[in-house]
Every structure is written in structure tokens, then in C-alpha cells.
């Protein structure tokens, strides 16, 4: 819709509906699909992140023969990388019996924080491949792909390490993303290792010089889980924070400050276990003032909120606890309406709560429409499929019929 306007720094991508990966730069908005299946998902939003892996690509460049073991990297335009490119490399294991692998290691953030890493990788005739993440003490362990059967596998967490997720996604062309999250209870320094293997789970295998595997897009961020892919080129990259809004006119000419109902239908990224207020949207100059939907901080559940001057006035929480927890890759439909004094919200077709705020509903300071934060913070993390605006009070039953 031309009446938003988007905002956000630095580098970004997204998948298209071909399965490739897009690169964009700063101000551009990301309508991400489903790699395997091109399906849309909706306007990608994410917090910031930054990839400290120096060389997301140039891997040749970047990775010194100390930090290789029984492996070599060679750049090749034998295939094309994830977005279309050939900007992969091949990584081969050489004919020496033992682990065949490359690494990094970084010192971030303070013992304990949890950080991921992610690596697309592809056959080029060895048929495992695994990421992992270790370090003095513990091993993080991480998922591995076969080639062959497009079997997946996790090697758990040992020692002082602690993994808290990994994932395997299929991209289109044989690639495959890997990824894993976690942290060390008396370290902060993470040896991102990946590695040719000689079966599920077999580090020690002898290679023949050629065989392995096509490495691309490798990551390094703090934070549970993998976000969209940033490029680096010789420093560390930042994706900054995302804001669209509509405001001034564009706002004024459709927002009824009388009565008024809204649907959002959206994914979240953020597990359960994190905390945070993920704001799918918000009503009003910032969090300050006027209304919105998110999930709850505490509960992980949807929320219908109103602000009043920094306050939430009695009856102003509606929290339809019937839902439960709106976890990662859980799609949610909320529809919420309202005028003074008559509140109600739905989720997926019921879980309906109805309130009626005791004080006056707020009408300061409500220039603008936000999607995906209340302006100053709490940013959605995931994708928001829909955003409807209706300038009535809808009915209880219309509510759930929208979110059904």
C-alpha cells in the first residue's frame, strides 16, 4: 500500500517465490515465501542482528590454513550459489584419515548469551554435512543434513555447552540451510566449525582430495534463533531495526476515532522461551498512547492493549488466555474492535474476550498507524500476512468469522 512508509538500515534479504535468496539494501521491504514451496509468507520483520562473520562469502579470503583440518576451500563456478550467483565454494576433504572441517572463533557478548550460527550447504560428492559450535570445555553440537535421502540429524549438546535449538531447511537446487542456537555456561568464545562427514554423526573419515560439499552464506549472530541472511564483505554487517507507518493524511483520511476494528493475521520467529513484546500493530504516536495488538511479554500469549497518557485504564488488557502461547512458525488471526467503552477481541475463530474500559478512550496523540512496533520498540519479529482496517464497530460473531 503506497500510504505506508518503510523504513530500515544496512543490508537484508528474503526468499522470492522461486525458493532464491534476494539481496536488498537499506529502505526496502521484504515479502518473503516458502523456499520449497514459493508460498508467500507475508512482509518479512525483523529486529536488528548483525553477522560478525567477516566474509560471509569470500570464504576462500577469509578462512587461514591453520583453520582448516584434512580440507580444502576453492572458489568454483561449477554451481550456482542460493541466489542465483556463483559465488558458492567448494570445500573438499583431502585423503588424510580424520575430521574434515574449516572454522572460526569469535569472542561475543558475556558468558551464558545464547548466539547462532547458519550455513547453506550443497553435495559436491561427499553426502554429510554438519554445523557445529564448540569451545574450551563443551561442544554446542548442531544439525547435519545426507544429501542423498534429505535426511536430518542433531548431535546434542555435551559438556558446558547448552543448545537450545537447531533447524535444516531445503532451499531450491540441492541447498540446504543449516542452523544452530546456543550458548556456554563459563565461555564466550564460539568455534563455528563446518564439516564434511563420513556418515550421520562420523567426524573421521578418509577423503579422496575432490569430494565434499558447496559452502555459501555463513552467519554469526547473537540471538535464539536464525534470522534472514545478512552478506558481509570484509567487516561485520548490521540489519537495522524495521519501521512502516502510516501517518499524517494518509491516516487521518481512513482512521474513525469513534469506533473502529482491525484484523492481523502474522508469524512470529521468537520462540516461547524469549521474552519481549512483539507488536504485530499499533495505534497511536507510540506506545505512550492508544491501542494495539502484541504478544505478551510474560505469557507469550495475543493481547489487545490501550494506553491513556503512559496508563492502562481498568479493562483496558484483553488477554484471550483460550489461545495459548503464540510460539515460533505459529500463525495467529486476531481481530479486535472498539469504541468508548466496548472492547473485544478474537483469535483463530473464537477465544474471544469482550471488556468495557472504565475511563475515557484515548484520543491523544493518535496521528498514526504502526505495523510491526509501537514506533520506539518492541519489534514483531516475523512475518505479518494481513493487515485490514474496518472504520466500524464489527459484531462478536464478525470477529470470528474473520479469524476462522
Known amino acids: 500500500d503506497p500510504r505506508i512508509t518503510y523504513q530500515r538500515t544496512g543490508p537484508a534479504s528474503f526468499v522470492n517465490e ?40 569470500d570464504l576462500v579470503t577469509y578462512v587461514a590454513s591453520n583453520e582448516m583440518q584434512q580440507s580444502t576451500l576453492t572458489n568454483t563456478t561449477a554451481t550456482t550459489d542460493p541466489t542465483g550467483g556463483t559465488n558458492a565454494v567448494k570445500m573438499a576433504a583431502t585423503s588424510t584419515s580424520g575430521a574434515h572441517s574449516f572454522y572460526k572463533m569469535f569472542t561475543s557478548g558475556s558468558n551464558g548469551n545464547v548466539h547462532t550460527a547458519s550455513v547453506w550447504v550443497k553435495a559436491a560428492g561427499v553426502d554429510y554435512a554438519r554445523l557445529y559450535v564448540d569451545t574450551v570445555g563443551g561442544n554446542m553440537g548442531g544439525p547435519g543434513v545426507t544429501f542423498s535421502t534429505g535426511n536430518t540429524w542433531n548431535v546434542t549438546a555435551s559438556g558446558t555447552a547448552t543448545q537450545t535449538r537447531t533447524s535444516v531447511v531445503e532451499y531450491p537446487n540441492g541447498w540446504w540451510r543449516l542452523s544452530v542456537s546456543g550458548s556456554f ?77 482491525v484484523l492481523a493475521v502474522g508469524t512470529v520467529q521468537r520462540p516461547v522461551e524469549d521474552q519481549g513484546q512483539l507488536n504485530i500493530f499499533h495505534i497511536g504516536d507510540d506506545n505512550t498512547d492508544g491501542h494495539g495488538v502484541f504478544r505478551e511479554h510474560g505469557t507469550k500469549d495475543p493481547w489487545y492493549h490501550i494506553r491513556n497518557n503512559n496508563s492502562t485504564p481498568s479493562g483496558g488488557n484483553l488477554n484471550p488466555s ?39 478512550y484515548p484520543t491523544a496523540n493518535i496521528t498514526k498507524m504502526w505495523i510491526g512496533s509501537h514506533g520506539t520498540g518492541s519489534y514483531f519479529e516475523g512475518h505479518i500476512k494481513r493487515i485490514a482496517y474496518y472504520p466500524k464497530l464489527l459484531t462478536d460473531n464478525q470477529l470470528n468469522t474473520l479469524t476462522a
Open 322 to 360: 483460550g489461545f495459548g502461547d503464540w510460539d515460533a512458525g505459529e500463525e495467529a488471526r486476531i481481530a479486535i474492535a472498539f469504541k468508548d467503552g466496548d472492547q473485544a477481541i478474537s483469535v483463530n475463530g473464537g477465544n474471544q474476550v469482550t471488556a468495557t474500559v472504565t475511563s475515557s
Open 185 to 261: 555456561s563459563n565461555q564466550n568464545a564460539y568455534y563455528v566449525h563446518i564439516d564434511l562427514e563420513g556418515g550421520e554423526g562420523d567426524v573421521s573419515f578418509t577423503g579422496n582430495g575432490s569430494n565434499g560439499m558447496y559452502v555459501w552464506g555463513v552467519q554469526f549472530e547473537l540471538g535464539t534463533f536464525p534470522t534472514s541472511y545478512i552478506p558481509t564483505n570484509g567487516a561485520t554487517a548490521t540489519r537495522g531495526n524495521e519501521l512502516a507507518v502510516i501517518d499524517g493524511e494518509d491516516f487521518s483520511d481512513f482512521y474513525n476515532s469513534v469506533e473502529s476494528s
Open 18 to 57: 522461486f525458493g532464491k535468496v534476494v539481496l536488498v539494501g537499506g529502505n526496502a521491504p521484504r515479502f518473503d515465501h516458502n523456499p520449497s514451496t514459493g508460498e508467500s509468507k507475508g512482509l518479512l520483520m525483523e529486529a536488528t542482528r548483525i553477522n560478525q562473520w567477516l566474509y560471509s562469502e
